[in-house]
């Protein structure tokens, strides 16, 4: 067998392998779950009043069932041997995240299902005869419908893959009309499951592949403060639940996660826990974790740069400014960004991403990337380097590139020129620090000193 032939050839062998390990670990660890929590006197129930106004639909029973299907054909249209493995690995994340939660906190379905007759009474009765009303939050129907919906939507294009949302949207809706799930046990369902594709992600590397303890105390402050903003979100969500705001208070569990995630990635994760890949896009997985930051981050940034929203010319082609928006980038040959939590909507082929993290002094080896970018781009064209503001990582980017070019002697020099284009610039001792370390040691990069986590 040729190589060509062995690369393109489906790794079917080792799904079944996987699907073996897969399909009777589902079923002891689930029904493990439920045994403990059907044992319990005091297992609680989450449920709104307004959910008692969810119809029962019998014929749902047929989408609630079609996971099981999609589950086991999810491992074999995996096209090599890496792509199966990372789905395997969020499907065993899936399975230990919920029923870790099932065992820490049981909650009991509460209403009672109609009797249904036929051909979905016998479905019902067959669900019934293993899935008792205790493993509810989060669903982990849901949990599987992501991982499962992003491993289909990468194969499927134009009508099919229209076909597989609705599909899959009515597998969403299913949980509820079958009354088989609370409301609660959806957005926690989600949440699970976008956190099983962020730790198995394609096209990037894991986030927690190069987890170290940040170095830099100013790292340390912010995961502080992104920490304790996280926790007041999520006592704000506790406290105000019960109060006037009632369930609507519960969604801020969401930015809780978010600034928590934010937190871990100042702390440990670096720019990696964006996940921000070679194509100026952050993961999907990463938006939806991170929608409550990003959104509040993308604010920031056009609220401080509103007053000088254009980029402005450094020298020789090198253009400096904040993170272009769709349709704003049309005039330059490419783009160097080095921001590491907003998406590069217009990014194109020959593009530079080179991200760093918000509010603090990128490494030397880091600016040594970032130059090495501008200069191997500069020649073609116009090239602008840029930032969430276009003020202090992509300023530094700049100045490290007139260094390593040679326009400038020294850091004052290059400071003084990137400041004359862009008076408002914030680069701190920290920034010039690592700057004078470019000057001081030519072969850092060589040398391998620094690295993200710094």
Known sequence: MTDAVAATRRPWGRAALWLLVLGPLFFATYGYANALAAARADVPSLAFGWERAIPFWAWTIVPYWSIDLFYGISLFVCRDRRELDTQGLRLLTAQAVAVGCFLLWPLRYSFVRPHTDGVFGWLFDVLLGFDKPYNQAPSLHIVLLIVLWVRFAHHLRGGWRW????????????????????????????????????????????????????RDPKRWTLAALYAAAAALCAWAAGTLSAGALGGWALWLWWPAASLALVALNYALLGPLGFQK?????????????????????????????????????????????????????????????????????????GDAVRPMLDLVAPTPVQLIAAADAIAARQARGEVLVCCALGYSRSAAAVAAWLLRSGRAAGVDEAVAIVRSARPAIVLRAPHLRALQALVAAPALAAAGLGTQNA
Do not use: K
Not at 188 to 212: K, N, S, Y
């Open 163 to 214: 076909l597989l949302h609705g599909w899959f949207a009515l597998i969403g809706v299913s949980v509820l009309t079958t009354f088989q799930h609370h409301f609660v046990d959806i957005p926690t369902g989600l949440l699970a499951g976008w956190l099983c594709v962020w730790l198995w992600p394609e096209r990037i590397r894991a986030p927690w592949r190069e987890a170290a303890p940040a």
């Open 277 to 349: 890949r070679d194509d100026g896009r952050l993961s999907v997985a990463a938006r939806w974790l991170l929608a409550p930051y990003l959104l509040g981050a993308w604010i920031n940034s056009r609220l401080w740069t509103r007053r000088a929203p254009q980029p402005v010319p450094v020298i020789d082609g090198v253009w400096l400014g904040r993170i272009p928006a769709r349709g704003q980038r049309a005039r330059f040959a490419a783009v160097v960004d080095v921001c590491a939590e907003l998406s590069l909507m217009d990014a194109r082929e």
